[in-house]
């Protein structure tokens, strides 16, 4: 029984991150904002939420944690979500990305393993 919880528990944190990315790229897709507006929002709203609580795979952190440092502006304030400045190019592989991680978030929460949710001890 406890190893069905577990799968319960890492499926459920799965489907959160699943879910809000999954919406960061809706939101992309169907906002008329300019680009980098479209991407902030996204940011915003969506992304930054994967970081609330532990809800990837170690591997899946890892992903998310690069994606963070590679676009994400650095600033003293650890709850900044405000993306460094992107030229057209950039922002565009940022895009990608995001896409990418949450495609492979959502095939990671509709077949949950034996892996064990990631932690930010795990990035180090």
Request: charged residues 25%; hydrophobic residues 40%.
């Amino acid at each position: 029984m406890r190893q069905s919880g577990h799968y319960a528990r890492v499926a459920m944190s799965l489907d959160y991150a699943s879910e809000h990315l999954t919406a960061a790229v809706r939101s992309l897709a169907t906002s008329e904002d300019q680009l980098a507006e479209r991407l902030q929002t996204a940011w915003d709203e969506h992304v930054q939420m994967v970081w609330m609580q532990p809800c990837l795979t170690r591997q899946l952190l890892r992903e998310f944690r690069d994606l963070w440092r590679n676009y994400t502006a650095l600033s003293e304030d650890r709850q900044s979500t405000k993306l460094r400045p992107l030229t057209d190019d950039e922002a565009a592989l940022a895009i990608e990305s995001l896409i990418s991680l949450a495609n492979k978030v959502t095939v990671a929460a509709a077949t949950p393993g034996e892996e064990q949710l990631g932690t930010l001890a795990d990035l180090d």
